[in-house]
C-alpha cells in the first residue's frame, strides 16, 4: 500500500531533550516536507526536501533540523525542544519536485507531539 | 510571497444544507489550487486541484470549486452536505515554480444529524 509513515505517533518529553521523528514513504517520491499544525494558524511548512542531500527551509524553520540521507526518509530533528514546539507535525511526500505546484501531496498520520 | 485567507473559521450547518467554503489568495501570477480535507484523527487527503482550463472543478464526494481569477478566489461548494462531511478544510496554493505548498488557516465544519 503507498504511503507517508511517521513515527511515533505520540510523544511527550521535556525542554532540552533531543528528539527524532522519522518519515518515510515507499512511492518514490522525490519531493518531501515537513509541516506543523497550530489551531488557527493552518499548516506551516517548517523543512522541504527536493531530493536527496537537497533540502532548504520553510516559513518556520527555527529550531528544528532534517536531513534526506536516502529518498525514502525524511527525519525531523529537534535539537532542544522548548514547550512552544509543541503541535501536530505532517510530514508528506510528492512525485516530482519539479512539479510541486501540480502534484497532490500525500500526507502521513501526524505526530503529536507536548514539550513540557 | 504567496498567501491564503480562509475567513470563516467555523461553519455550523444542518444536513442537507448548501455549503460554501471562502478562499482568497494572494499572489501576482499563475497559481496552482487545491483544497484538502482532515477528518476527525484523520491526516489531510486531497479533495480537489485546479491548474489550468474549466474554472470550475469536480472534487470527490460531491465537492466542486470554482476558480474567479478576478477576484483571487477558489471558493469550495457543496450543494448538500452530510453529516459525514464533518472535518476540517485547508485551501492552499503554489505557484509554478514555487516549491512550497502555502496552506490557509483552515475552516472547521461541523453538520448537524
Known amino acids: 500500500e503507498a504511503q507517508v509513515t511517521q513515527n511515533p505517533r505520540y510523544l511527550i518529553t521535556v525542554t532540552g531533550k533531543k528528539l527524532t521523528v522519522t518519515c518515510s514513504q515507499n512511492?518514490?517520491?522525490?519531493?518531501m516536507s515537513w509541516y506543523r499544525q497550530d489551531p488557527g494558524l493552518g499548516l506551516r511548512q517548517i523543512y522541504y526536501?527536493?531530493?536527496?542531500?537537497?533540502?532548504d527551509k520553510g516559513d518556520v524553520p527555527e529550531g528544528y533540523k532534517v536531513s534526506r540521507k536516502e529518498k525514502r526518509n525524511f527525519p525531523l530533528i529537534l535539537e532542544s525542544p522548548s514547550p512552544n514546539q509543541t503541535s501536530l507535525y505532517f510530514c508528506?511526500?510528492?512525485?516530482?519536485?519539479?512539479?510541486?505546484?501540480?502534484?497532490?501531496?500525500?500526507f502521513g498520520p501526524g505526530t503529536r507531539l507536548t514539550v513540557l | 510571497a504567496q498567501s491564503v485567507s480562509q475567513h470563516n473559521h467555523h461553519v455550523i450547518l444542518s444536513e442537507a444544507a448548501s455549503l460554501e467554503l471562502g478562499c482568497n489568495y494572494s499572489?501576482?501570477?499563475?497559481?496552482?489550487l487545491f483544497w484538502y480535507v482532515q477528518y476527525p484523527g484523520q491526516h489531510l487527503q486531497l479533495l480537489l486541484k485546479y491548474f489550468s482550463g474549466d474554472p470550475l472543478v469536480k472534487g470527490i464526494k460531491g465537492f466542486e470549486a470554482e476558480f474567479i481569477k478576478s477576484k483571487f478566489s477558489f471558493n469550495l461548494r457543496k450543494p448538500s452536505v452530510q453529516w459525514s462531511d464533518t472535518a476540517e478544510y485547508f485551501c492552499s496554493i503554489s505557484s509554478g515554480s514555487a516549491r512550497q505548498l502555502t496552506f490557509g488557516s483552515g475552516t472547521q465544519l461541523t453538520v448537524l444529524p
Open positions: 526536501s527536493m531530493n536527496v542531500e537537497v533540502t
Open positions: 499572489y501576482g501570477g499563475t497559481v496552482n
Open positions: 512511492m518514490n517520491h522525490e519531493y
Open positions: 508528506a511526500s510528492s512525485l516530482k519536485a519539479s512539479g510541486i505546484g501540480e502534484d497532490e501531496q500525500f
